[in-house]
């Protein structure tokens, strides 16, 4: 974890905005390596980002600053209705957390399956499109509705 050096929660101060100053962390950004990653070590990624905003939100700021060891003002004020809309959003995470948990052993990283686990993986990718189309409307709703749909029947039209 990079140490925190310096950091400023109002423009208050020489720079006139707020700022922290940290070591450099080591590794490489997400966004650089996302793609070459295997599904189950995605999955855990996202998990653990879940982990972490549903503490986050389990703090509240404001009655909590004291403890931070600062002589500056709480920066973050969330109303009730943002704190209930992000989780509402953590809900849908969680969601599709324990989605991808249900099609482990089902289908491989690839997005294969067998024989023996085809019938469960159609229920369960089939669950996953019916998640996405409740989440659309109008004219993305119905492109995602022709392009997601599942063929049991190779003759039937697409």
């Known amino acids: 974890m990079p140490k925190v050096l310096a950091w400023s929660a109002t423009d208050q101060n020489p720079v006139d905005t707020e700022y922290i100053i940290m070591e450099?962390?080591?590794?490489?950004?997400?966004q650089e390596v996302w793609h070459d990653l295997q599904l189950r070590t995605k999955r855990d990624i996202i998990h653990e980002i879940i982990?972490?905003?549903?503490?986050?939100?389990s703090v509240s700021f404001d009655r909590e600053w004291d403890h931070f060891d600062?002589?500056?003002?709480?920066p973050f004020h969330y109303s009730s209705e943002e704190i209930r809309?992000?989780?509402?959003?953590a809900d849908v995470l969680n969601d599709n957390q324990a989605l991808w948990g249900e099609l482990r052993g089902i289908l491989?990283?690839?997005?294969?399956?067998?024989?023996?686990?085809?019938?469960?993986?159609?229920e369960l990718l089939e669950k996953l499109r019916e998640t996405g189309l409740d989440r659309l409307?109008?004219?993305?709703?119905n492109e995602f509705d022709?392009?997601?749909?599942?063929?049991?029947?190779?003759?039937?039209?697409?």
């Open 51 to 57: 982990d972490v905003e549903r503490k986050l939100l």
């Open 108 to 122: 491989t990283d690839e997005g294969y399956t067998s024989n023996e686990t085809f019938g469960r993986a159609t």
């Open 24 to 30: 450099e962390a080591k590794g490489s950004p997400l």
């Open 70 to 74: 600062s002589t500056e003002p709480c």
């Open 85 to 89: 809309e992000h989780r509402k959003e």
């Open 137 to 141: 409307k109008g004219d993305e709703r």
């Open 146 to 158: 022709r392009e997601k749909r599942v063929v049991l029947d190779p003759s039937a039209p697409a």
